[in-house]
């Protein structure tokens, strides 16, 4: 997911060795989890990005005649939830427990930045993605996995709910990633011994 970043490096890029997706959770068993949510909304992000995000998702959402989880990314509020018409609402989560609700839910809606991203890859999942604007690495994000089939993209000025969701039909679940994390001492250790 690097996009552009990665290419920055020239020369050395030779040197560099790619291993692949890394998820950003550890032994998180998502096999045959049962699905509870349509759609699951992650609020991240400066303000007053974040706060634009969030109105905008708790009007989409209620459009929808199914339940949905809006995770509104507010790091002191509470983790106890509460019901805004079909949306069940959090204030806060602590990364396992996002990763537990992602699991549970057939579709994504937030940003594109690289620890979201990364904490649902191999869930069963498929993602629309509303970059941050003016966040270059969000942007290059979004358009690496839209370019894989892997994301649907809108920016947020012309964000429709059911137009994403008839959009990110033909997209592929994220399922259809290696969700396993790499052994980076064993990778560390025959890239060394393959140099010698």
Do not use: H, W
């Amino acid at each position: 997911m690097g996009g552009y970043t990665t290419k920055a490096f020239g020369k050395i890029s030779d040197k560099v060795k790619y291993i692949g997706y890394y998820p950003n959770y550890r032994d998180f068993d998502v096999s045959k989890t049962q699905k509870r949510y349509f759609v699951a909304a992650v609020i991240s992000g400066p303000e007053p990005a974040r706060s634009q995000l969030e109105k905008t998702l708790f009007t989409e959402l209620q459009k929808l005649q199914k339940t949905c989880v809006l995770i509104r990314g507010l790091t002191d509020g509470s983790q106890q939830s509460y019901f805004v018409k079909n949306i069940e609402v959090y204030d806060f989560l602590p990364l396992e427990k996002v990763a537990e609700i992602l699991s549970r839910s057939s579709y994504f809606v937030g940003r594109s930045g690289f620890s979201g991203i990364s904490i649902m890859i191999g869930l069963d999942i498929k993602l629309i993605l509303i970059p941050t604007s003016g966040q270059p690495e969000q942007e290059e994000n979004a358009r690496s996995l839209s370019n894989a089939n892997l994301a649907s993209v809108f920016d947020l000025e012309n964000f429709s709910i059911e137009k994403a969701l008839r959009n990110v039909e033909n997209v592929l679940s994220l399922c259809t990633l290696d969700n396993r994390r790499p052994d980076i001492p064993l990778l560390i250790k025959n890239l060394l011994s393959s140099k010698k």
